[in-house]
């Protein structure tokens, strides 16, 4: 292939007009996006005395990390002032198996759909798929009924099985739309060798998926850990998801609006999603299954 | 031991049938191919043997015994895919040892069969790779390996060479034939290509349509095919075909062979054997079968063999032959003869004919006739 900085032309004055207009333009995209960003940060480092005096855009005086400790550990949210540390332990709890069932479960229905054609498959993904367009607020009543009947209305149990239910619809979609393109000449080579359903589900078809599995985390782990609604709804109290804790934290009016502890833990909420795109991101290999097959 | 039999299947996808009521017996240690164009459903047949598709009617044994509910991880049976289906995540190591893992052997185990089959194979050195970083060939012979490492007693080919630049494949090509020597087991092997379907075969099975058209030796079906299909398949070039009429000239049975001399039309006479299927036919219109080579320079024929001399429009050299193109009762024909005694297009010559090899068709029902 030709590079398309050797090809003739490629570096007129032309050239340079167009990349002078492609950074402009992504400088502006990239200052718009960032700016609140670094608000929230610097406002976050600043002491009260310095909120008050204005100077929204200015750099703190000093780097003053108190409002942080408080957000985490002294803040109080209705009565109990610990702070978010026992509701962002609480999103963790929640986020991780709902998270790592979702994508199993997936991975597996969609490796079922895909690669075993049986009867009906297409029906039944289909039917799977409407799951992905209903609306958090249709589902609430009959939810939180199911729950009261299975014992677990009010606990970090029930979001759980609300997420992963949820997020099953996409984490198949992912999942089937993936294992399509692969060939269905490597079930039955494996059939050959012995492998069952299952054998190889876990001992290839898992393996194979990785890419799609680093999707799937990154969205089901966004998903639930931002997720505000159910939250809302079917816990209160000490069971509470950390996105609950920090409305009723910025809510709460008895006393002086804390800015700079506000945005702390705003910050300290948003966190986790930012860390697993950074982590995981990396992992997003394409092109895993390249020349697995054909030469 | 491993008989392969098959009795009236048949099997369809939807509203096609694939197969057609076919009956076939493989013998223990044979190599037979099946060999057919794209969709005749050859390899429907295969997967049937194999248990990856099941059969809708009809029965198959494997020595004996009906194996149509047995599940291919049961049957012993080995297969090679033509896109390899090699498994992308494990090394070539783990690839062929993935069935004896599955069947549960130990570690040990595993390790020495690996080693026995790759020192075969001549893979050694790409043991700890995974499939992505092996060429084409290479995958080629993991596949293989994959499949002998087991000790099946049947070995099933889906097209293992398809994917191969000529060269290698001529090269896969004998070492397959090495194989079976070795090994004598039973192998069924799937292809399209007429000339590895006539090195490698003991007998193969021609099939159009989901039917197969003959089964024999590769002579029988080169020189006896049962029907025209089958004779403008093997062959390259195919077998020449010309619609000519049955005569008795002077008490001497034969066919009239219209041709061109010097831009005009000519007819000869070919004498042919009268056979109890032939008897009585004269005057009525069959198809003459001839290879180019059973038209070839008069120097080259027996002195009792007709000759005929016409015009050659085209001249291929293909290096050990030079293929010559003539006309006989109206369409193209080729003749091959020897680049020593090739004229230039144009020019005529005369060729000699051998009728000990004819074969004549029914125009018809196109099957042989004589």
Redo the contacts between chains.
């Keep these: 292939m030709a590079e398309p900085k050797t090809l003739p032309g490629a570096n007129g004055k032309r050239y340079l007009l167009g990349r002078v207009f492609i950074w402009s333009l992504l400088l502006i995209a990239a200052v718009l996006y960032l700016g609140p960003i670094y608000v929230v940060l610097s406002t976050s480092l600043k002491d009260l005395a310095e909120i008050r005096a204005g100077a929204l855009l200015d750099l703190p005086h000093e780097m003053n990390f108190a409002p942080w400790r408080e957000a985490w550990s002294q803040a109080c949210i209705g009565v109990r002032c610990d702070g978010l540390q026992p509701y962002f332990m609480n999103s963790v709890i929640m986020s991780v198996p709902s998270v790592v069932i979702s994508t199993l479960i997936g991975a597996l229905s969609g490796y079922a759909l895909s690669l075993f054609h049986f009867r009906g498959a297409n029906i039944i993904f289909a039917l799977m798929l409407f799951g992905c367009f209903i609306p958090f607020q249709i589902v609430i009543l009959p939810m939180a009924q199911t729950l009261g009947y299975l014992g677990i209305a009010n606990s970090i149990t029930g979001l759980i099985v609300v997420h992963t239910i949820y997020g099953i619809s996409f984490t198949t979609l992912f999942f089937r739309n993936y294992y399509v393109s692969v060939p269905q000449e490597l079930v039955r080579a494996a059939t050959m060798d012995g492998a069952g359903f299952f054998r190889i589900f876990w001992h290839i078809m898992l393996p194979l998926a990785l890419p799609i599995i680093v999707v799937s985390v990154i969205w089901q782990f966004t998903q639930v850990w931002n997720e505000f609604l159910f939250g809302a709804s079917f816990t209160s109290g000490g069971s509470q998801p950390v996105t609950v804790a920090l409305n009723n934290l910025i809510n709460s009016t008895t006393s002086v609006k804390q800015y700079n502890v506000d945005m702390a833990a705003a910050l300290i909420a948003a966190a986790p999603t930012l860390v697993v795109y950074i982590i995981a991101g990396r992992f997003f290999v394409r092109g895993l299954t390249a020349g697995a097959v054909k030469g | 031991m491993a008989t392969i039999s098959i009795e009236h299947a048949s099997k369809s996808f939807g509203s096609t049938e694939v197969l057609r009521d076919i009956s076939l017996d493989v013998k223990d240690g044979e190599f037979l191919v099946l060999l057919g164009s794209s969709g005749c459903g050859k390899s429907t047949l295969l997967?049937i043997i194999?248990g990856?598709d099941p059969l809708a009617d009809g029965t198959i044994r494997l020595d004996g015994e009906v194996v149509n509910d047995v599940h291919?991880?049961n049957r012993d049976?080995?297969?090679v895919?033509?896109?390899?289906?090699?498994?992308?995540?494990?090394t070539v190591e783990r690839n062929i040892a993935?069935?004896l893992e599955?069947?549960k052997y130990s570690k040990a185990e595993r390790k020495a069969a690996v080693r026995e089959v790759a020192s075969l194979l001549q893979i050694e050195h790409l043991l700890s790779r995974k499939?992505?970083?092996l060429?084409?060939?290479q995958?080629q012979r993991v596949a293989m390996g994959?499949a002998l490492v087991r000790r099946p007693k049947i070995f099933l080919f889906d097209e293992p060479l398809s994917?191969?630049d000529a060269k290698l494949r001529g090269e896969m090509r004998t070492e397959i034939k090495k194989l079976h020597q070795t090994l004598k087991a039973t192998m069924v092997y799937v292809t399209h290509d007429q000339i590895e379907a006539m090195t490698l075969a003991d007998r193969i099975a021609i099939m159009r349509d989901g039917v197969i058209q003959q089964i024999g030796t590769p002579q029988q079906i080169y020189s006896t095919p049962a029907n025209m299909y089958v004779a403008g398949f093997v062959g390259a070039p195919p077998m020449n075909f010309v619609e000519v009429e049955l005569a008795r000239r002077k008490d001497q049975f034969g066919v009239i062979l219209p041709a061109v001399l010097k831009g005009q039309p000519i007819e000869y006479f070919l004498p042919l054997q009268e056979t109890e299927q032939l008897a009585g036919r004269e005057g009525s219109k069959v198809v003459l079968g001839l290879r180019p080579e059973m038209i070839t320079h008069n120097a080259f024929g027996q002195s009792s063999a007709p000759e005929i001399e016409c015009d050659v429009e085209l001249v291929e050299p293909t290096g050990a032959d030079t293929l010559c193109l003539i006309r006989l009762a109206g369409q193209p024909a080729k003749a091959r003869v020897s680049p020593l005694f090739a004229c230039e297009p144009g020019e005529s010559m005369r060729f000699s004919i051998d009728t000990s090899r004819i074969c004549l068709f029914d125009g018809k029902t196109k099957q042989l006739i004589g």
């Design positions: 997967n194999a990856l291919p991880k049976i080995a297969m895919f033509q896109s390899y289906a090699l498994y992308p995540n494990m993935f069935g599955m069947r499939p992505s970083q060429s084409g060939g995958r994959r994917n191969l």
